[in-house]
T-cell receptor
Framework: GDSVTQKQGQVTLSEDDFLFINCTYS??????LFWYVQYPGQGPQLLLK?????NKGISRGFEATYDKGTTSFHLQKASVQESDSAVYFC?????????????FGAGTRLAVCP | EAAVTQSPRNKVAVTGGKVTLSCNQT?????MYWYRQDTGHGLRLIHY???????EKGDIPDGYKASRPSQENFSLILELATPSQTSVYFC???????????FGSGTRLLVI
């Protein structure tokens, strides 16, 4: 079945550090890929989305590139701020008829120290 | 503004009791979902629905039922709650065109 792997459970950085969160996926097709962000006390919200057509997503300074060769979809940001502290989920979508099923990774908790 | 609203925000239940978690969406989306979130597991799909009157089992349906009486409302029912069902539950809505979901703010359930 489909799966998404995030090996980093927690990442701790200082402000202005470079962020890299690893995500790899396994599926039988070329899926649409997402990064969701979850702030404390809230539900996950869409951060960025990448399809096979565009290969790269950019939002709020975050960037992710779809690499079919390595089946990876890593999240990067050049300079993090304390307000970026949150949990980040990588996900893929599988479409079956009129139904979309999102499969999520385990999440990576980012803590940014001032 | 389109939204997904969950109630209650927090719930304490006793083992063996019945628990109903409610979800309402104003997005006019056909698809609705219930997930649970546990540390180390991310978000796991419990039940989903294509539209009013339909419910389908997700990846971890055991111990849960679902009900979709209307386009807007989707409930998750724990007939006999157990401590292993202590978790944070999220409802979401989505449509085929957008692919992504809109999540509610979650319900924190503690079963004692």
């Amino acid at each position: 079945g489909d799966s998404v792997t995030q090996k980093q459970g927690q990442v701790t950085l200082s402000e202005d550090d470079f962020l890299f969160i690893n995500c790899t996926y396994s599926t039988t097709t070329y899926p649409t890929l997402f990064w969701y962000v979850q702030y404390p006390g809230q539900g996950p919200q869409l951060l960025l989305k990448v399809t096979t057509a565009n290969n790269k997503g950019i939002s709020r300074g975050f960037e992710a590139t779809y690499d079919k060769g390595t089946t990876s979809f890593h999240l990067q940001k050049a300079s993090v701020q304390e307000s970026d502290s949150a949990v980040y989920f990588c996900a893929l979508v599988k479409v079956s008829g009129s139904f979309n099923k999102l499969t999520f990774g385990a999440g990576t908790r980012l803590a940014v120290c001032p | 503004e389109a939204a997904v609203t969950q109630s209650p925000r927090n719930k304490v239940a006793v083992t063996g009791g019945k628990v109903t978690l409610s979800c309402n969406q104003t997005n006019n989306h056909n698809n609705m979902y219930w997930y649970r979130q546990d540390t180390g597991h991310g978000l796991r799909l419990i039940h989903y629905s294509y539209g009013a009157g339909s419910t389908e089992k997700g990846d971890i349906p055991d111990g849960y039922k679902a009900s979709r009486p209307s386009q807007e409302n989707f409930s998750l029912i724990l007939e006999l709650a157990t401590p292993s069902q202590t978790s944070v539950y999220f409802c979401a809505s989505g449509d085929r065109e957008r692919s992504d979901y809109t999540f509610g703010s979650g319900t924190r359930l503690l079963v004692i």
